[in-house]
């Protein structure tokens, strides 16, 4: 007997293997599953720029990498005493010294994400919502209010026409610059209820749209089920944290390993597996202070780590172990 309805998600046609580079752009879901690509050894960055969960904001900055545009100047902030922030960038962009300071750092980010860009073989975009906010001021669309009064902002529903053309825009610059780079698309599982749950799904049925009309014209393309995963096969809120928002890790731990069962071949799956075993091995910690029965584990463990060093960047953790070793038991 069946409890839920399983995604179907096929194979997918070229695959990832840990040779491959892969950035992660978008929600604060798109940061997880990078983190969880670097933890499992893949060469992979995870939202540069921090935080953005709307596709406009998105398809901004790289606009901003590729075309030389550079930071509006009545979007910087001051807050905080002496923090300054600019609304087109996540808050973990910030300088405690001056603007200038902050124009220099963004700057200079911008331009090692065009190099990057240029080099990724596999973008993963995962959009959060629909919505944008609009700083009055300067009547523009920005990706951060930074805890402005929200008496600066209008709040807008953007339409699917209005984030389909800053899409197809990206993926112009990007495949330009790199013709060979694969795109992934994701629609973040978490739920925006600040909009009430109405209009979020009113916001995730816009990008879920958008999803597929951009795979469905782009044979680089493709969009993983991410969304659909949560809501139909794990619809129970046991997969979700305290505050019924966000998925909770046995959730993302699903759905990061049926990203993988389609993207991966299956050499890499198979040293995936191991890796996760040879993770396990890592963080027990001895019961007994450093015995004879915790030697024989780290030299297992340091066996283990050997057997992988020839597919995966494992020099740090056998240099760990083996001053451990060397350290503990003369």
Same mark, same amino acid.
């Given at each position: 007997?069946?409890?839920?309805?399983?995604?179907?998600?096929?194979?997918?046609?070229?695959? +990832?293997?840990?040779? =491959?580079?892969?950035?992660? +752009?978008? %929600?604060?879901?798109?940061?997880?599953?990078?983190?969880?690509?670097?933890?499992?050894?893949?060469?992979?960055?995870?939202?540069?720029?921090? =935080?953005?969960? $709307?596709?406009?904001?998105?398809?901004? @900055? !790289?606009?901003?990498?590729?075309?030389?545009?550079?930071?509006?100047?009545?979007?910087?902030?001051?807050? $905080?005493?002496?923090?300054?922030?600019?609304?087109?960038?996540?808050?973990?962009?910030? %300088?405690?010294?001056?603007?200038?300071?902050?124009?220099?750092?963004? *700057?200079?980010?911008?331009?090692?994400?065009?190099?990057? @860009?240029?080099?990724?073989?596999?973008?993963?975009? =995962?959009?959060?919502?629909?919505?944008?906010?609009?700083?009055?001021?300067?009547?523009?669309?920005?990706?951060?209010?930074?805890?402005? &009064?929200?008496?600066?902002?209008?709040?807008?529903?953007?339409? #699917?026409?209005?984030?389909?053309? !800053?899409?197809?825009?990206? #993926?112009?610059?990007?495949?330009?610059?790199?013709?060979?780079?694969?795109?992934?698309?994701?629609?973040? &599982? !978490?739920?925006?209820?600040?909009?009430?749950?109405?209009?979020?799904?009113?916001?995730? %049925?816009?990008?879920?749209? #958008?999803?597929?009309?951009?795979?469905?014209?782009?044979? $680089?393309?493709?969009?993983?089920? /991410?969304?659909?995963?949560?809501?139909?096969?794990?619809?129970?809120?046991?997969?979700?944290? &305290?505050?019924?928002?966000?998925?909770?890790?046995?959730?993302?731990?699903?759905?990061?390993?049926?990203?993988?069962?389609?993207?991966?071949?299956?050499?890499?799956?198979?040293?995936?597996?191991?890796?996760?075993?040879?993770?396990?091995?890592?963080?027990?910690?001895?019961?007994?202070?450093?015995?004879?029965?915790? *030697?024989?584990?780290? /030299?297992?463990? @340091?066996?283990?780590?050997?057997?992988?060093?020839?597919?995966?960047?494992?020099?740090?953790? +056998?240099?760990?172990?083996?001053?451990?070793?060397? $350290?503990?038991?003369?």
């Amino acid at each position: 007997m069946k409890l839920s309805t399983e995604v179907q998600v096929p194979p997918s046609p070229w695959k +990832i293997n840990y040779e =491959t580079r892969l950035m992660t +752009i978008g %929600s604060c879901f798109a940061e997880v599953v990078g983190n969880q690509l670097f933890e499992s050894k893949f060469r992979v960055l995870p939202n540069l720029f921090g =935080t953005i969960f $709307n596709p406009y904001s998105i398809a901004k @900055l !790289v606009k901003m990498c590729f075309s030389d545009t550079l930071p509006h100047v009545g979007h910087y902030v001051r807050a $905080n005493g002496n923090l300054f922030f600019h609304y087109d960038f996540h808050s973990s962009v910030y %300088s405690d010294v001056s603007v200038d300071d902050l124009d220099g750092k963004i *700057r200079k980010g911008l331009y090692q994400t065009r190099q990057l @860009l240029q080099n990724t073989d596999v973008l993963v975009l =995962t959009f959060g919502t629909a919505f944008v906010y609009r700083y009055l001021k300067t009547n523009e669309l920005v990706t951060n209010c930074h805890k402005t &009064p929200g008496k600066e902002f209008r709040k807008e529903l953007m339409s #699917l026409e209005a984030l389909s053309g !800053v899409m197809e825009e990206l #993926l112009g610059y990007v495949t330009r610059l790199n013709p060979a780079v694969r795109v992934i698309l994701t629609v973040s &599982p !978490v739920r925006h209820t600040r909009d009430t749950l109405q209009l979020n799904m009113v916001s995730k %049925s816009i990008l879920r749209l #958008l999803c597929h009309q951009l795979e469905e014209r782009h044979e $680089n393309v493709a969009y993983f089920p /991410a969304y659909e995963i949560m809501l139909d096969e794990l619809r129970d809120y046991r997969f979700y944290e &305290p505050d019924l928002i966000h998925p909770d890790s046995v959730a993302t731990d699903h759905i990061f390993r049926t990203f993988l069962k389609a993207y991966l071949d299956a050499d890499t799956l198979e040293t995936f597996k191991e890796w996760q075993q040879v993770i396990q091995m890592l963080r027990h910690k001895p019961r007994h202070g450093y015995s004879p029965e915790y *030697r024989k584990h780290l /030299a297992q463990t @340091l066996e283990r780590l050997r057997g992988l060093k020839s597919r995966l960047m494992v020099e740090k953790e +056998i240099e760990e172990i083996s001053l451990i070793l060397k $350290n503990n038991y003369p």
